[in-house]
């Protein structure tokens, strides 16, 4: 038992430290952060904290429009939801 939970551990540990990747573009690509958040707002969302990643992604932390607490990532220039979680 102890063997197959240390394989688990060490097999799911790179996808834990793994960045999340959104773009590769040009900055001057990406769409406008304050228009980009206020798209957000009128789908919504109540953005807490906004930034940009080292990944090139735009990132919020707030919630949805149900309420519920939210991490998301964005691609800055197709604002389309890369990686998103709801707790």
Known sequence: MRTLLLVA??????????????????KVQWQDKDNFQQDLKNQGYEIKKFKVTDGNCYEIYGKNKEGKKVEIYFDPVTGKKVKEEID
Do not use: N
């Not at 551990?9 to 040009?26: I, N, R, W």
């Open 9 to 26: 551990l060490l097999v799911a540990s790179p996808l834990v430290l793994a960045k999340t990747e959104c773009s590769t573009a040009d």
